[in-house]
């Protein structure tokens, strides 16, 4: 597995706990619409995220994510920043 | 074939007359939403009106004397005779209103004396006026970050802070509400260079639930971030000089800003941010929210500055407040109501029930019973709840306080709250 499809795999795991109507996740699931978060849901998600790959995702980034490709691409750039 | 949704509604649905979508399409969710809720035939929550205000505890409310308990004035300043009476001769002496900036003609003397007022109450070397609190929480996040720096604060923080992160143009970063571990992970994990502004407030006012101080500023500082204290909810009744909850904790040493309001324990309406930096006058003149709207009336400034004074001094109404807030938690407990908190951490106790029908209809029993109190329901809320916030008062009686307990029995007991 290349590093993307392995913090996408990961991505997946973090996403099933808030998945409650059990939707099938891809690269273009949105979050806002195909899982229908809301603001309180992104923020427990987003510190999920943040503290399996110990980065930072500030509010400013998460305003341009909307599907889950989005984030994966994200964390990946976050964490070789890092 | 008609398809219902298609035939035009006579009611004036929208105003999109050039054919493009109406901007208002967005809000049908909530109109929908809200109508369901009105057509229960319940009273709309969010559309009281008081009638008659006879004291900081009673009003009239449709022809009902009612006990007020979602007011946030804790201290009881609003009908104080020193304060009404300095109002009164400032408005004779200055006039109904500035019409002006705090830069430009709208700094009268009383303006300047609510500033000294404020400076001796949390013995800092500046103190700065807004017009409100929310406007004070607006201007400190927008200016003092920059692009380059972070603003870190809680999840559960207030809509003025989150409003001034995003009219202004720093990184934000949350975290995990009230957890120190989640505060210095975050802290942790943040660039080398850029400033850093911790924000956090004093009492959360939709849970009543307090911040754990003098841990979060100990990893604030040692993570070398700035700290502002939102201290809205905690003004007047917490530590020794009732400055908040962060002169309780014995943190005012590290603390950088302070914010604040005048429109609950001062009594009023207005906003302040007090501080010791040597450089924090220059945020007069680069401060948007301060420059760039009408200074508070001098009757207004005037009322702020004797309540301020007076609250330096009150002791004893302090004591009877945090009496009321503890015999109020300890009796909604007793009655089997479910409680946002164990122990009356503040004035503020909120009562969670399941979901909005069954906490309107709690609302509306007691406001029918002669006790309002406030409602509140997500996004204000966290975690979705659903709440019935109670704030009280120093001026509530003993016996008030009892009546207020019997009518949450009766009401809890009509609607099926409690057993």
Known sequence: MTDREETFTKVKALIEPFNKKGVALTETTTFAGDLEWDSLIVMDFVASVEDEFDILITMNQQAEIENVGQLVDAVESLRNDG | MTDPDMVPNAAPASHNSGGGRDLFSKFDPLIAERQALLDTGVRDPFAIVMDEVHSPVLATIQGKETILLGTYNYMGMTFDPDVVAAGKKALDEYGSGTTGSRVLNGTYQGHKECEEALKEFYGTRHAMVFSTGYQANLGLMSTIAGKEDYIILDADSHASIYDGCALGNAQIVRFRHNSVED??????????????????????????????????????????????????????????????????????????????TFSKSVGTVGGFVVSNHPKFEVMRLVCRPYVFTASLPPSVVATAATSIRKLMHAADKRAHLWENSRRLHQGLRDLGFELATKEAESAIIAVLLPHQDKTVRMWQALLEQGVYVNMARPPATPAGMYLLRCSLCAEHSSEQVGRILDMFAAAGRATGAIA
């Open chain 2, 183 to 260: 505060l210095d992970k975050r802290l942790g994990r943040l660039p080398a260079d850029g400033g850093r502004l911790v924000v956090l407030e004093g009492v959360y006012s939709m849970l009543g639930d307090i911040a754990p101080l003098k841990e979060m500023v100990a990893v604030a500082k040692k993570h070398g971030a700035m700290i502002a204290v939102d201290e809205a909810h905690g003004m007047g009744f917490f530590g020794a000089n009732g400055r908040g909850v962060f002169e309780e904790a014995g943190v005012e040493g590290d603390v950088d800003f302070v914010v604040g």
